[in-house]
């Protein structure tokens, strides 16, 4: 549980299709870098019920803010105050001015705030 998955981790089997449980995943590829969800016994099947993305920031972070306004691009530094996903909205504190906003994770460590 809570492991990142390796394409090490994984092997591919040929089965009947008949015998296999719905949302298998038929290419290890989809897998990989996906965190395990739950514990997951050598030689079983993998769902993608067992699988959830990794977070790209997480409570406590030291995240980069990232601003784009008119063809300018303002960085800033942050601190997550929730966890998040790729594309996942998350709420993070401006550490040069202490206000929250509320941005989209983007990538590890990076929130982007829509401007208005």
């Known amino acids: 549980m809570g492991t990142v998955l390796k394409a090490a981790d994984l092997r591919v089997e040929q089965h009947d299709i008949s015998e296999l ?5 038929d290419d290890p590829a989809i897998a990989v870098g996906l965190t395990a969800s739950r ?3 050598g030689g079983a099947f993998i ?5 959830v993305a990794a977070k790209a920031v997480q409570r406590g972070q030291s995240v980069t803010l990232v601003a784009d306004a008119g063809g300018m691009s303002i960085r800033m530094a ?8 790729v594309n996942q909205r998350v709420k993070v504190q401006n550490l040069s001015s202490g206000k929250i906003v509320e941005g ?4 590890e460590q990076v929130v982007e705030i829509i401007l208005q």
């Not at 449980?21 to 995943?25: I, K, N, S």
């Open 78 to 85: 942050g601190k997550a105050l929730g966890d998040g996903l």
């Open 47 to 51: 769902t993608n019920q067992q699988l």
């Open 104 to 107: 989209t994770a983007r990538s």
């Open 21 to 25: 449980p719905l949302g298998f995943l």
């Open 39 to 41: 514990p997951i016994p």
